[in-house]
């Protein structure tokens, strides 16, 4: 569904963002795309949305160039950034207005997750929280159907109860036609919810892996004291939550936090693991 | 699918940007219709005090100015932050991601910058104009000598006669070969500014207001240094004027020219528009 192949981004000179970056995303999956403050994140998914333009390499997704900003591609991309605007009318006239671009809209389907996260439908947009306003993108972005679905930190605003909302209607909203890619540096909250983790660090992408393969490589644990086979731990209150590699094919848990913080402080001793 | 340019698509794109355009618009229409209305409030004759007819003529003078200074004022206004809100982060994901070709959405901000405010400036300033003269001129006629044929006949200006664009000492004669030129600076107006639109992420109107005092600067001084050096000490030995009256084809050369220079400013500000980055 999406192939970047030496992608190069920089916004200045002094700036460089990408240094050949190349990946490939498939339909049927939700991509957590986690990474420091400026890592990037956001810049990969405008670029992949066709809002900014590589200095080189390039993006095909859906087999268009999403550079050239095509009506064909654009109704299949939902994208819901971070910062986002909606204009001071109703919800309906919202909907009159914006979902004929998108031939697979489902108002139904809207209602539905209106519903869900308890908006009122004839309610003004520019009297709503932002909160609510997140909602009622979320809600739209997902009723036009895209194949390819664009997240920004979506989590950002919502009250906690929300997040639970949306981590279950992000599940049930993946098809195998769909791609979905949700950006965040609050991976807690993606957790359950994400099939393959990308981790951007110093221009490159530091790690690509399914949920399942991390488990299957790495194990997850509590212990008390460190040994040779951690890869990386951090203290707590009943001793350390370490990982190590998985030699023994043991079950844990993915911790998301502990992977990203073991990913950017120890790139090399994870590299061989997952290469 | 048509990736360059759909029927339908287009049609929803005009809907879907008069919602957020259209109340800046009527807003903006609204105070124009007050200030109109204020001025000829203001200076129309109180014909209870002018009993003679012949002042009228002279006190109805303030619309030509009012006419062309308020008109480049509101269609540039228009026109300045029709994609002002390109420089905003969320609205101009908003736009650059509705699913329809660049081309249409130029063709939209053409229509709602040029062709919309030209049209509903010189319509609400007829039907105000139209109003006055109908309450308080209709009663009133009043003779004038004006130049027809090569010659100077006398002409009663009655009821009709009275409107902006029926009558006016700026226009009369030469009333066709005006507008001409009228309209193609005010495309020229519009299209300007729309690429400072475009072009500017923040205070576009003013910053392109900077750019053009300072374009409009270098090339006064530019024409006048360059006519000082052609043409000092020297005399002019032809009587032929450059204008002739109706019937001259230099006012359409001007606004052949002047429309030229406009379609320019459109190209230019298409291609900036494809450029745009969030």
Known sequence: ?275 | MNNTFNTRRFSLLLKRQWLEFGKIYLMSLGIIIAIIVGFYLFNFPDLSEYKKTEMVPYRINFREPLFTLLGPLFISIIAGTYFAHLGNKAKATSDLLTPASKLEKYVTAIIYTSIVPILSYVFIFSVVDFCFVQAYLSDYSYVEKVYEGGQYVNRTIEKGGWLFFNHSHLLHSYFNEVALICSSFSILVTSVFLVGSIYFNRFQYIKTLVTISAFVSVAMLIYVQAGKFFFDNKVRISSDNSFNGPGDNGPLLIATGITIVALFFYIVGYIRYKEKEV
């Open chain 1, 1 to 275: 569904m999406i192939k970047i192949d030496n992608l190069n981004f920089s916004y200045s000179k002094h700036r460089i963002l990408f240094k050949n970056i190349s990946m490939q995303l498939s339909n049927g999956h939700i991509y957590g795309l986690l990474g420091k403050n400026g890592a990037g994140k956001s810049t990969l998914l405008k670029n992949l949305a066709g809002l900014v333009y590589a200095q080189s390499g390039k993006i095909d997704v859906l087999g268009f160039d999403p550079a050239k900003r095509q009506p064909a591609l654009l109704q299949q991309i939902c994208f819901i950034p971070e910062e986002f605007h909606l204009p001071a009318i109703k919800i309906d006239s919202y909907i009159k207005a914006n979902a004929p671009f998108y031939p697979n809209f489902d108002h139904q389907y809207f209602a539905d997750l209106l519903k869900e996260f308890d908006i009122p439908a004839g309610q003004k947009l520019i009297d709503m929280s932002y909160g609510q306003k997140k909602k009622v993108i979320i809600s739209f972005g997902l009723a036009t159907n895209a194949k390819l679905v664009i997240m920004d930190e979506p989590t950002n605003g919502l009250d906690i109860p929300s997040k639970a909302q949306f981590r279950k209607i992000m599940a049930s909203a993946l098809t195998e036609e769909k791609c979905i890619i949700i950006s965040t540096h609050q991976v807690r909250d993606l957790d359950n919810l994400i099939d393959t983790v990308i981790m951007l660090d110093e221009n490159k992408i530091a790690l690509k892996a399914s949920v399942d393969e991390v488990a299957n490589k790495l194990c997850f644990k509590r212990m008390k004291e460190i040994d040779e086979t951690v890869i990386y731990a951090e203290a707590s209150l009943a001793g350390y939550n370490a990982i190590t590699p998985n030699y023994h094919q043991e079950d844990s848990k993915l911790d998301m936090e502990l992977l990203f913080n073991a990913v950017l402080a120890e790139k090399d001793k994870l590299k061989p693991i997952f290469n």
